[in-house]
């Protein structure tokens, strides 16, 4: 079946810190990969997607590669911010392009920012 | 943008009564949507798959007459905890489907004394 596989946290970096959260997946198919993040709580949020290999996802400062060769979509910002403070997921949905199947997550990474 | 509303967004019930969480989306027809639950500090777990006017299909492990899913309408479905016990204490958070991809609601914490 699928499965996502997240770094382990939690993270704790100083603001303006580059940040990198590694996650790779495992699925049949041409999946579509989403990096989710969840304020203390909260619900989650969308903060960034690829559908197909090669894509790059971006948002608010943060970027991932949907990488097939390595089967990987690691989210990276260049400098982060206390406001960045949250549990991020790394998910993918088991229907690719504008499909929405059921979506497995990885198991989320806890980032807390230092001022 | 796509907005799910879900209440409450916490709860407090006693062991053996049951407890109604409603998700809502407000601008758009959410064609599927998903249960989530989530225990402190770890990840969600799918727990079942509703589309409007049918039965809901349930994860492997799920009780289905524990946890009833109603999915009535393209913009309202429910799940509701019977006759709850302290281990179904959790969050729990839906997430529907639709033109707008996935919308996820702002999750519910239920505590059960």
């Known amino acids: 079946g699928n499965s996502v596989t997240q770094m382990e946290g939690p993270v704790t970096l100083s603001e303006e810190a580059f940040l990198t959260i590694n996650c790779t997946y495992t699925?049949?198919?041409?999946?579509?990969l989403f990096w989710y993040v969840q304020y203390p709580g909260e619900g989650l949020q969308l903060l960034l997607k690829?559908?197909?290999?090669?894509d790059k996802g971006s948002n608010k400062g943060f970027e991932a590669t949907y990488r097939k060769e390595t089967t990987s979509f690691h989210l990276e910002k260049g400098s982060v911010q206390v406001s960045d403070s949250a549990v991020y997921f790394c998910a993918l949905s088991d229907a690719g392009g504008t499909s929405y199947g059921k979506l497995t997550f990885g198991q989320g990474t806890i980032l807390t920012v230092h001022p | 943008g796509a907005v799910v509303s879900q209440h409450p967004s916490w709860v407090i019930c006693k062991s053996g009564t049951s407890v109604k969480i409603e998700c809502r989306s407000l601008d758009f027809q959410a064609t599927t949507m998903f249960w989530y639950r989530q225990f402190p500090k770890q990840s969600l777990m799918l727990m079942a798959t509703s589309n409007e006017g049918s039965k809901a299909t349930y994860e492997q492990g799920v009780e289905k007459d524990k946890f009833l899913i109603n999915h009535a309408s393209l913009t309202l479905s429910t799940l509701t905890v019977t006759s709850a016990h302290p281990e179904d204490s959790s969050f729990y958070i839906c997430?529907?489907?639709?033109?707008?991809?996935?919308?996820f609601g702002s999750g519910t914490r239920l505590t059960v004394v």
């Open positions: 690829a559908t197909k290999a090669d």
């Open positions: 997430s529907a489907s639709g033109n707008y991809g996935y919308t």
């Open positions: 699925a049949t198919g041409y999946p579509s």
